[in-house]
């Protein structure tokens, strides 16, 4: 059974069209985080959630918000999407401890048109 | 900042051939070492990992030993299959909880 999920696995929307991606996890851990991934690139932290406490990286757009309503789940909105934000967007969990590993989810592929 | 670097991509192997992935990081001190796999359709999901100098991570045939000297973070198996296609990724952690991820490496062994 898939432990960390994304939905919707794609999702197309327009130029400037605020959009929200979901993430939920059954592991029940505390820390959960959003990586943007473009095409042959790395993975890149976004920000991540350690319970409510809120860490956003420095490089991250200000377009780039998140909210995480209780420990299952965690959204990614995009306030308003460029042509530059299409992209894998991965969710991940872990305990929250040093080393630990990460979970992943599928990801959603994000086009904007 | 910190950076890992993998190498270059696509690696195509017929199957049971000795494969290696090199990886290198550029963090100092001793952080912690990571790989992991992406199968197609899938998230990504730990492979193995390496916490101090001289340790050798392990699993499924796959190993990769922490060479501080060097920098240097290698995977390799002895004799690959069809089903170890995927991406690989090398990723350290030197503080904090976000790993720093390498492009990734795709792998494609054939019949």
């Known amino acids: 059974d898939a432990m960390v999920i994304q939905n919707p696995r794609y999702q197309v929307t327009q130029f400037g069209k605020p959009v929200t991606l979901s993430c939920s996890q059954t592991?029940?851990?505390?820390?959960m985080y959003w990586y943007q991934q473009k095409s042959s690139q790395a993975p890149k932290l976004l920000f991540h959630?350690?319970?409510?406490?809120?860490?956003n990286e420095a490089d991250t757009p200000d377009n780039f918000q998140s909210r995480r309503p209780n420990t299952s789940f965690c959204f990614l909105d995009i306030r308003s999407p460029g042509l530059g934000d299409a992209a894998m967007y991965l969710c991940?969990?872990?305990?929250?401890?040093?080393?630990?590993?990460?979970?992943f989810g599928s990801g959603t592929q994000l086009s904007v048109l | 900042g910190d950076s890992v670097t993998q190498m270059e991509g696509p690696v195509t192997l017929s199957e049971e051939a000795f494969l290696t992935i090199n990886c290198t990081y550029t963090?100092?001190?001793?952080?912690?070492l990571f790989w992991y796999v992406q199968y197609p359709g899938e998230g990504l999901q730990l492979l193995l990992k390496?916490?101090?100098?001289?340790d050798k991570g392990s699993n499924k045939g796959f190993e990769a030993t922490y060479r501080k000297e060097t920098t240097s973070f290698h995977l390799e198996k002895g004799s690959v299959q069809v089903s170890d296609s995927a991406v690989y990724f090398c990723?350290?952690?030197?503080?904090?909880?976000?790993?720093?991820f390498g492009k990734g490496t795709s792998l494609l062994v054939t019949p």
């Open positions: 991940a969990t872990s305990r929250g401890g040093t080393n630990e590993k990460l979970f």
């Open positions: 592991l029940n851990h505390n820390v």
């Open positions: 959630y350690y319970d409510k406490d809120f860490n």
């Open positions: 963090a100092t001190g001793y952080p912690s």
């Open positions: 390496a916490t101090k100098a001289d």
């Open positions: 990723a350290d952690l030197n503080s904090g909880y976000a790993l720093n």
